[in-house]
T-cell receptor
């Protein structure tokens, strides 16, 4: 069956631009997570949705980061006024429910020039 | 700050060797433990959960020591295809967050 998909796979942005990253979770998965992975590091938690409700956004690094999942399926991570330190791979993961056994998408590699 | 510590490696081992990775976690409220595998420029994939009694999946054995806040992964009879980064992951009770270590890189050499 289809796994988690993300688009775009690669994004180059000029500093100050806004970007939107899309995640299509596995059909029927209630839980959706966003992570940020810098080079040489493990993924860092950003935010969590249960259906359309954003239950935890404590990992979002600043108010320039915003995520939504309005219909409880597709999710979008938006970064406003991108900075060079935002350069990373942004991973989306979904699970049937809760934090266990998460299935990751291939990620979006964001480069901010 | 919740932390998961791993030896970054790299571990370079010959085919057929046995290799062990260790991980320590600082949050005593951690309740669930996992090993994920991440191939170069790919997404992490769940390798196995780690249970208090220890568990085995083929050539892979995971151990948990709650008193020492220590997790291990043993790989027997290493294959070339085992080359990857192994991420130690913990989840705190009542939290939806997974906390990842930086990963240990393994290269299995012919």
């Amino acid at each position: 069956g289809a796994g988690v998909s993300q688009s775009p796979r690669y994004k180059v942005a000029k500093r100050g631009q806004d970007v939107a990253l899309r995640c299509d979770p596995i059909s029927g998965h209630v839980s959706l997570f966003w992570y940020q992975q810098a080079l040489g590091q493990g993924p860092e938690f950003l935010t969590y949705f249960q259906n359309e409700a954003q239950l935890d956004k404590s990992g979002l690094p600043s108010d320039r980061f915003f995520a939504e999942r309005p219909e409880g399926s597709v999710s979008t991570l938006k970064i406003q006024r991108t900075q060079q330190e935002d350069s990373a791979v942004y991973l989306c993961a979904s699970s049937l429910t809760g934090p266990n056994e998460q299935f990751f998408g291939p990620g979006t590699r964001l480069t901010v020039l | 700050r919740k932390e998961v510590e791993q030896d970054p490696g790299p571990f370079n081992v010959p085919e057929g060797a046995t290799v062990a990775f260790n991980c320590t976690y600082s949050n005593s409220a951690s309740q669930s433990f996992f090993w994920y595998r991440q191939d170069c420029r790919k997404e992490p994939k769940l390798l196995m959960s780690v249970y208090s009694s220890g568990n085995e999946d083929g050539r892979f054995t995971a151990q948990l020591n709650r008193a020492s806040q220590y997790i291990s992964l043993l790989i027997r009879d290493s294959k070339l295809s085992d080359s990857a980064t192994y991420l130690c992951v913990v989840n705190e009770a009542g939290s939806y967050q997974l906390t990842f270590g930086k990963g240990t890189k393994l290269s299995v050499i012919p």
